[in-house]
C-alpha cells in the first residue's frame, strides 16, 4: 500500500513556475533562441515555455522535438518511453543557441543521452538546460542552468509531472515507491 | 546372450499365472505355460514343475514372440547407426523376439556370401533371431534379378530393394514370376520415382506452409496399383511396405477382394502421427513414406482393425546422430521403432479401445510369420519354437531415447508416456529381456 | 504493445497485428535518420551481428549492412562461398563457431527452409531470418507492407495481387501472412504449375488468369521468375511466361489508376516486367530498397531491447 503522494505544485504554480523560468531564460539570452523538448513531457512544457518566451518581446522562437531512445545507455530502461518516436527538428541545429527541456532531472544520464542526440545532428554553439524538477541525486556531472523547483529526495521515492496534454491534468508529485519501508520509532 | 548358446539345452522355465494370448488359435484364457528344450512344452491351468525357472507373470498377457518383419540392421558397413548386436538388443528390448533384416547395407545384400554372413553374425551376437531378405534386383539397382535360389537356400526369408522401388514393370513383373517358383512375396516400397523426386515430406498444407517440396499421395498409389495389377497378372506375392495412404489401403482391400495374393504392413508411426508434426523442422519426424494427413491415418488405423492391413512392422532406420542434426531437407530419411512400438501402439490404439488386443498381437505374430512362412512361429502351440513374450497393459513407460539399447536416437516419440510395456521376452526358452522397473518414470 | 514477444525473427506467421504495427512504426523513426547529416545512433553501440549469407544475395546483404552500421553495431560478414562451408563444413558446425564469437545477432540467409528456426534451436543469439528457402523472408514483407502503408495510408482493405512462381516463393508467403493478418484481400496469380497445394492456408485466394488477377487491384507486386530455380517442367519457356503473365501496359491499366507496382528485385526486365511499365511513375520499387534498411533498423533496434531485458532480468 502507497500513502498518497504530497503535490509538489498544483497547476497554478506550474504556471507560475514556468513563466518565471521563461522571464530568467529572457534575461540570460538576447540572441535567437531554440528551445527543444525531450519525449515525452519535455515536449509540452518546452512548448509552453516557447509560448512565454514568445510573448514576453514578440521575438521567433524555434522549436523541437528530442526522442533519445535510440541514445540510451541501456535499452532495458526504455520501459518508460516503450514507443520510439521521431525526432523533429526542422532548423539546422549548428551554429544555435539551445535550450533542451525536461520535466525532471534525476541521475542525469537522459540528459546525457539528448546531448549525444544533438551533437549527432549538429554543433550547437550552446546548450543550457531548463528542468521542471531538480531531484538531485546524479551519476554523471550534469547541472541544469534553469530549474523550476529543486527537492532533495531519496532514491526510494518516485516523482511524477503530469501535464494536461498527457494526464488531463497539471500537478507535479513526490511519492513513496512501491514497496513501503518499515517505520522508524 | 548370443545366439550360439541356443545349441545347448536351457533350463526349463515356467510362466505362471498369465493371460494366454494366441490369436492363431483364437485360445484367450489363463494358462500356465512351460517352455523347455527350445520348444514349448505344455500349456494348462496349473502346471507344476520342480525344476523349472519360475517367472510369475499373473495380471500380464503372453503372447507368441512378436516378429517385425521390416528392420534395418545397417550391419554389414554402416555400423556407427546400428549392428546386428545392438539392434537385436534393441529388438528383444521392445518385445520383438525375431526379426526380418532388409538388404540395404553396405554392400547390399544381393549374394549369398553377405546372406551368410548376417547369419554368422547373428548367431555369434544376435540376441534374437534374424531372418534376412535379400535384394530383388543386383546392386539394388532395378535391373538385374538376383540368384533367389541361391538366396533362398542360403536362408533369404522374402525379396525387396527397400529403400527404393523396383521401379521398372517389366522388372516387377519378373520378379514376381521368379520369386513365385519359391512362393516368396516381393517387398515393395511403392513410390514412383519421378512424382517424389526431391521430396522431403507429405505434399499438402503443411508441405506448402514450410516451404518443403512435398510428394503427393499419388506416388504411393501409382505404385501399389501397378504392384497389385502384376501380381494378379503373374500369381505372384506382392507385399506393400509400410504402406501409408487411403487410396493404396483401399486398392488393397480391392485387391484381396477379387483374389490377389497381395499383403501390407503398417508402421507405428503412421497409425499415431501426422505430417504436423514436421512443423518445427525436427528432423526425427522425417521418413519416407512421410507422415500423412489425418484422413490417411485414420485409414491406417481402419485398414489394420478390419484386417486390409496384415501386419505392424516398425521400419526400424537407425542414423547416427551427426546425420540427422542437420536441415530438414539434407537430413536423411528414417527413424527407428523397435524400443517404441509395443508402448506407443498399447496406449493410444489399444488402451483407447480402437485396436482389439488379439488383432494387436496378431499383426505382429500370426500375420509376419505366415507372410514371410516362418516355422514354428507366430503361435503358442505344442511343440512350437520357445519365443514368447510377456506384455503389461498396465505398467507405466516413459519413452526415453538416451535409455535405449539401440545405438541411434532418431525417435519421433521421445517423451510419450504410455501405458504398456514388455515385461519379458524369451528367445528359444532363453530369458533375453527383463523390462520389470524399466523405464517407470 | 511495447514490445515483439519473441526474441527472433524467423518469420511472419504468428506474429501478431500489433507487433507487425510495432515494427512499421518504429521503422518510421528510423527513416528519419536516414534524412540526417550523419546517419549514425549509438543505439547497438559494442553489439556483434554476424550476416551469415548461405545464398549469394547483393542488395539484402548490403541493406542489412546499411542498417547494422547506422547502429554503431560491430558487423562480423560470412558466407559460403570461399569459406569452410565450401570445405564440407555442415550449417550445424558453422552455427557452433558463429556462436563461438558470442555474437548478439545473427542475420541468416541459406537455401535451406527452416534454417533460421535451425540456428535458433541451437544458438543464443538473436536470430533474424533474411530468407530461408521457400519458407519465408520476413524483412521483405514488412519492408512491402512499409511501403504500402507510406502511400496507401493502411493496410487493412488493400487488394494485393501477387503474380508469379508461389510455390518457390518465400516473398509470396510471408507477404500473404502478413496483408492477410492485417486485413488486406490478397490474391495469387501463376501458372497452375507454379501455385503450391493447399495454398488457401496461406490466406491468399487463387486467379490463373492474369487479366482477371489485376481487376481493380491497389497493389501489383511482381515475383521475379527465378531462372536458377526453374524447370522445364513448371515452365515450358519464358517466351510463354511473359505473354501470359508479364505486367504490361495492357494490362497496368486494368489495375486501378493509383496502383503500386512493386517487385522484390532484382527485375528481369522483359520478362516478369515491361521495360516501360518498370519505369512507370507508379512504381515504388526503388522506395522499397530504401525502406528495407528503415524496417532492418526497426526489427534489430525492437530485438536489442528484448535483449537486453531478457539479461537484465
Known amino acids: 500500500m502507497t500513502a498518497t503522494p504530497r503535490v509538489l505544485m498544483d497547476a497554478g504554480k506550474m504556471d507560475r513556475t514556468l513563466a518565471r523560468m521563461a522571464a530568467e531564460i529572457r534575461e540570460r539570452e538576447s540572441d535567437t533562441l531554440a528551445v527543444v523538448g525531450i519525449r515525452t513531457r519535455g515536449v509540452h512544457l518546452a512548448a509552453r515555455l516557447r509560448d512565454k518566451l514568445q510573448r514576453i518581446d514578440d521575438r521567433q522562437v524555434d522549436f523541437g522535438i528530442l526522442d533519445i531512445n535510440l541514445y540510451r545507455d541501456d535499452l532495458s530502461m526504455v520501459a518508460d518511453h516503450p514507443v520510439l518516436r521521431k525526432t523533429e527538428i526542422s532548423f539546422p541545429v549548428s551554429g544555435r543557441r539551445l535550450v533542451l527541456v525536461d520535466d525532471v532531472l534525476y541521475t542525469g544520464r537522459t540528459i546525457r543521452a539528448a546531448l549525444d542526440a544533438l551533437t549527432d545532428l549538429g554543433r550547437p554553439t550552446a546548450i543550457q538546460l531548463a528542468v521542471l524538477v531538480d531531484r538531485g541525486l546524479r551519476e554523471v556531472p550534469i547541472q541544469p542552468d534553469f530549474i523550476g523547483m529543486a527537492v532533495p529526495t531519496q532514491a526510494d521515492q518516485h516523482v511524477r509531472v503530469l501535464v494536461r496534454e498527457e494526464d488531463g491534468v497539471d500537478r507535479v508529485e513526490l511519492g513513496e515507491r512501491v514497496l513501503p519501508k518499515r517505520e522508524k520509532p | ?441 | ?313
Open chain 3, 1 to 313: 504493445m511495447a514490445d515483439l514477444s519473441d526474441r527472433h525473427l524467423l518469420g511472419i506467421e504468428g506474429l501478431a497485428s500489433e507487433e507487425i504495427t510495432l515494427i512499421l512504426d518504429t521503422a518510421e523513426s528510423m527513416v528519419e535518420i536516414g534524412q540526417r547529416e550523419i546517419k549514425k545512433v549509438p543505439t547497438l553501440r559494442g553489439k556483434t551481428v554476424v550476416n551469415f549469407f548461405y545464398e549469394p544475395s547483393t542488395r539484402t546483404r548490403s541493406s542489412f549492412e546499411i542498417a547494422e552500421k547506422r547502429l554503431s553495431a560491430d558487423i562480423v560478414n560470412f558466407s559460403a562461398s570461399g569459406s569452410s562451408v565450401s570445405k564440407g563444413e555442415t550449417l550445424l558446425d558453422t552455427a557452433r563457431t558463429l556462436e563461438a564469437m558470442e555474437p548478439n545477432f545473427i542475420v541468416i540467409r541459406h537455401g535451406a527452409s527452416g534454417a533460421a528456426r535451425f540456428l535458433a534451436d541451437r544458438c543464443r543469439a538473436s536470430i533474424i531470418n533474411a530468407g530461408d528457402g521457400m519458407h519465408e523472408h520476413p524483412t521483405q514483407a514488412l519492408l512491402d507492407a512499409f511501403t504500402m502503408r507510406r502511400h496507401k495510408k493502411k493496410l487493412a482493405g488493400l487488394n494485393v495481387a501477387i503474380v508469379g512462381d508461389i510455390t518457390h516463393s518465400r516473398v509470396a508467403r510471408s507477404n500473404a501472412y502478413l496483408l492477410t493478418t492485417m486485413g488486406a484481400r490478397v490474391t495469387f496469380c501463376g501458372p497452375a504449375t507454379m501455385i503450391p497445394p493447399h495454398v488457401e492456408c496461406l490466406g491468399a485466394r487463387v486467379e490463373s488468369r492474369m487479366e482477371k488477377a489485376l481487376e481493380g487491384v491497389d497493389v501489383i507486386m511482381m515475383l521475379r521468375i527465378q531462372r536458377e530455380r526453374q524447370s522445364r517442367l513448371a515452365l515450358p519457356s519464358l517466351r510463354e511466361y511473359t505473354r501470359l503473365y508479364g505486367l504490361d501496359r495492357r494490362r497496368l491499366n486494368l489495375a486501378h489508376p493509383e496502383a503500386l507496382i512493386m517487385h522484390p528485385g532484382p527485375i528481369n526486365r522483359g520478362v516478369e516486367i515491361a521495360d516501360d511499365v518498370a519505369d512507370d511513375p507508379r512504381s515504388v520499387i526503388l522506395e522499397q530498397v530504401a525502406n528495407g534498411v528503415a524496417i532492418r533498423m526497426a526489427v534489430l533496434y525492437l530485438l536489442a531491447r528484448n535483449w537486453d531485458a531478457h539479461e537484465a532480468a
Open chain 2, 1 to 441: 546372450m548370443p545366439m550360439k548358446l541356443l545349441d545347448q539345452p536351457s533350463q526349463p522355465l515356467l510362466l505362471k499365472g498369465g493371460c494366454l494370448l494366441d490369436p492363431a488359435s483364437g485360445r484367450h484364457e489363463n494358462h500356465d505355460l512351460l517352455l523347455a528344450g527350445g520348444r514349448i512344452k505344455a500349456l494348462a491351468p496349473n502346471l507344476n514343475v520342480p525344476d523349472a525357472r519360475v517367472l510369475d507373470v499373473a495380471g500380464k498377457w503372453v503372447v507368441p514372440g512378436l516378429i517385425d518383419m521390416h528392420v534395418h540392421l545397417r550391419e554389414p558397413g554402416g555400423e556407427d547407426a546400428e549392428t546386428i548386436a545392438t539392434g537385436t538388443r534393441a529388438a528383444v528390448a521392445g518385445g520383438f523376439t525375431a526379426v526380418a533384416a532388409m538388404p540395404n547395407t553396405v554392400p547390399v545384400n544381393d549374394d549369398q556370401s553377405v546372406t551368410r554372413f548376417i547369419l554368422a553374425q547373428a548367431a555369434r551376437e544376435g540376441v534374437a533371431r534374424v531372418y534376412p531378405i535379400g535384394c530383388v534386383t543386383k546392386g539394388s539397382s532395378g535391373r538385374e534379378l538376383t540368384e533367389m535360389g541361391n538366396q533362398v537356400e542360403a536362408g533369404c526369408v522374402a525379396f525387396s530393394d527397400d529403400g527404393k522401388p523396383v521401379a521398372s514393370a517389366q522388372v516387377m513383373r519378373r520378379a514376381l514370376e521368379y520369386a513365385g517358383v519359391f512362393g516368396l512375396p516381393i517387398i515393395d516400397h511403392c513410390e514412383d520415382p519421378t512424382l517424389a523426386a526431391g521430396a522431403v515430406m507429405n505434399e499438402g498444407a503443411v508441405s506448402t506452409a514450410l516451404g518443403l517440396r512435398g510428394m503427393p499421395d499419388a506416388a504411393e498409389e501409382v505404385m501399389v496399383d501397378r504392384n497389385i495389377r502384376l501380381a494378379g497378372l503373374t500369381g505372384g506375392r506382392v507385399h506393400i511396405a509400410h504402406i501409408s495412404t487411403r487410396g493404396a489401403i483401399e486398392s488393397v482391400r480391392l485387391g484381396k477382394a477379387t483374389g490377389v495374393r497381395v499383403t501390407a504392413e503398417v508402421t507405428p508411426h503412421h497409425l499415431l502421427l501426422t505430417e504436423e508434426a514436421v512443423r518445427g523442422y525436427d528432423t526425427d519426424f522425417r521418413m519416407n513414406p512421410p507422415l500423412r494427413s489425418e484422413a490417411d491415418r485414420a485409414a491406417c488405423v481402419a485398414g489394420l482393425v478390419d484386417g486390409t492391413i496384415d501386419a505392424i512392422a516398425t521400419d526400424h532406420a537407425p542414423h547416427a546422430r551427426e546425420f540427422k542434426n542437420v536441415e530438414f531437407n539434407a537430413a536423411p530419411n528414417g527413424v527407428i521403432g523397435l524400443e517404441t512400438a509395443i508402448p506407443v501402439l498399447m496406449d493410444r490404439l489399444v488402451a483407447t479401445g480402437l485396436l482389439a488386443p488379439a488383432r494387436l498381437v496378431e499383426a505382429l505374430t500370426v500375420a509376419p510369420s505366415r507372410i514371410l512362412k516362418l516355422e514354428g512361429q507366430g503361435s503358442l502351440a505344442v511343440d512350437s519354437l520357445a519365443d514368447v513374450t510377456v506384455l503389461d497393459p498396465e505398467h507405466p513407460f516413459t519413452v526415453d531415447a538416451r535409455r535405449f539399447r539401440s545405438l541411434s536416437r532418431n525417435t519421433p516419440f521421445n517423451g510419450w508416456r504410455c501405458r504398456g510395456s514388455v515385461t519379458f521376452t524369451i528367445v528359444a526358452g532363453y530369458l533375453v529381456h527383463d523390462g520389470r522397473g524399466d523405464f517407470a518414470g
